[in-house]
Nanobody
Framework: QVQLVESGGGLVQTGGSLRLSCAAS??????MGWFRQAPGKERDFVAA????????YYADSVKGRFTISRDNAKKTVYLQMSSLKPEDTAVYYC??????????????????WGQGTQVTVSS
């Protein structure tokens, strides 16, 4: 059973930066991604990266501020978040998919999920 373990969440002021990490215990993947869920809202796509080729996808709300990257050897995906805003406050979830997909921006594309890590941006 694949397990995804996230780390790096915390409290930061507006304009600050955080880096999230997500390590997979085993398996090979076609892509890994990040989603987030703010209180009272649905879980939304943030970013994804393919394992072969490193193609990246971003939500419009984070383009230019967040950068997703991966280390295939470590089975780890990172989310570098900069210029953080209070509206970025949410629980951030890591996700992984083994089979090739035509899309990686939907929750339904993913097979495995992490437990979530809280990111709070204070104003």
């Amino acid at each position: 059973q694949v397990q995804l373990v996230e780390s790096g969440g915390g409290l930061v002021q507006t304009g600050g930066s955080l880096r999230l990490s997500c390590a997979a215990s085993s398996g090979t993947f076609s892509a890994m991604g990040w989603f987030r869920q703010a209180p009272g809202k649905e879980r939304d796509f943030v970013a994804a990266v393919t394992w072969n080729g490193g193609v990246t996808y971003y939500a419009d709300s984070v383009k230019g501020r967040f950068t997703i990257s991966r280390d295939n050897a470590k089975k780890t995906v990172y989310l570098q978040m900069s210029s953080l805003k209070p509206e970025d406050t949410a629980v951030y979830y890591c996700a992984a998919v083994q089979s090739q997909r035509y899309y990686y921006t939907s929750e339904s594309a993913y097979d495995y999920w992490g437990q979530g890590t809280q990111v709070t941006v204070s104003s």
